[in-house]
């Protein structure tokens, strides 16, 4: 951090930064300097992350404090959010409004974790011994006392999107929610579940997955890999369909939310869930109309 007096003329010398690395025990003796700069951390991103055939991500979208390692992460999260939405468009699947999503959920998630970055920046970067002693024994006091903040402020949820809207317009819990992670047994292989499932649209339910599905519905969950699967505790489950859930984790949120089927996305963000197996039909229809927003073209004579 360049302190009031100090000029970026000096601290951009070489023996400047040599000085800097002398509490490490680093020196020209020991490490070779491959490239020293000074430079100004901004915190700022692009309105509009699409124009037609045009995609921004990562630094071309936005640059990111470094102080909570968000830069790289966002990137990712940039490139994993717009990859299958991609994939969906180019092969058909999907109209291409759906590229509209990209800047309406990563924008918001990005900004939140900006956010979270400059806050961090704030309470690192304290130049006054005084307030920094002052901060170091607030922080201290918060721990011992188990007030230490809990969670990851960094995972954000959607508000808009590409997520569903039940009969009363309403997003229910937990629309726009990053699923959980757990430990399931699947057609004879056991792990995480990205690792044993794999990604792909996912639909876990505590009921028959296609009860209520017609035969065209059930067409087009094939067409975009829409998987339909049952989760369960029963050790013993081993359908084709079954995903036995070992620690219950998929079960425990169900449960929480009042939910007997969740529809995950490729991102593995929660597009929607329902509550009774009898509305798993709206549920996935729901997940088709906003894939197609454009309505097919009439076909002709």
Known sequence: ??????????????????KLLEPWDLHPGNATMERHTVY????????????????L?????????PFAGQGLCSGLRDAINLSWKLDLVLSGKADEALLDTYTTER?????????ASVHLGR?????????????????????????????????QTFVDGLLDIDPTGARAQPTGHL???????????TGLFDQTVGIGFTLLTTGDP????????????DEVGLRLLRITDDPAANGPDDVVDLDRTYLADLARTGLEAALVRPDFYVFGGAKSTA???RLVASLRGRLRTVPAPEPTA
């Open 1 to 18: 951090m360049r302190l009031p007096g100090e000029t970026m003329e000096e601290l951009n010398r070489t023996e400047t930064a040599w």
């Open 40 to 55: 100004t951390f901004r915190a700022r991103w692009a309105d509009n992350w699409r124009e037609g055939r045009l995609l």
């Open 57 to 65: 991500a990562g630094d071309a979208a936005h640059q990111m404090p």
């Open 107 to 115: 924008s918001h998630h990005l900004q939140h974790a900006m956010q």
């Open 123 to 155: 309470i690192i970067c304290e130049p006054d011994p005084a307030a920094a002693a002052e901060r170091d024994a607030r922080m201290l006091a918060d721990a011992q006392a188990g007030r230490a903040p809990e969670g990851d402020p960094f995972l």
């Open 179 to 189: 699923s959980r992670q757990g430990r399931v047994q699947f057609r004879g292989r």
């Open 210 to 221: 296609r009860d209520g599905l017609d035969e065209d519905t059930l067409a087009w969950c």
């Open 279 to 281: 509305d798993v039909p």
